[in-house]
Nanobody
Framework: VQLQASGGGLVQAGGSLRLSCVLS????????LDWYRQAPGKQRELVASISSVGITNYADSVKGRFTISRDIAKNTVYLQMNSLKPEDTAVYYC?????????WGQGTQVTVSS
């Protein structure tokens, strides 16, 4: 299984970005699809997740600003990030879990300038 993440970049505080993660297999074959992030010197943390039935969860730090969604026809999961803050700067990773394994994308850098 391959996950291809894209959409990162440099944005000013208050701006928006949309991350995309294209999966090489049907989205419904996974129990959950997640976005994680890792800032320099910090542990990787869960940002948002969406289950196979569409239930979403968010880290407290991004609630109300980030939205996770999926396009079933395109086997793609998105992370819409609004009202970005400098503390959102990190490498963002998509992750997928099925009943047997966990799969990670390669990461995309998001940098928010103040």
């Amino acid at each position: 299984v391959q996950l291809q993440a894209s959409g990162g970049g440099l944005v000013q505080a208050g701006g928006s970005l949309r991350l995309s993660c294209v999966l090489s297999r049907n989205i419904f074959s996974f129990k959950a699809l997640d976005w994680y992030r890792q800032a320099p010197g910090k542990q990787r943390e869960l940002v948002a997740s969406i289950s196979s039935v569409g239930i979403t969860n968010y880290a407290d730090s991004v609630k109300g600003r980030f939205t996770i969604s999926r396009d079933i026809a395109k086997n793609t999961v998105y992370l819409q990030m609004n009202s970005l803050k400098p503390e959102d700067t990190a490498v963002y990773y998509c992750k997928a879990d099925d009943n047997f394994d966990t799969y990670w994308g390669q990461g995309t850098q998001v940098t928010v300038s103040s």
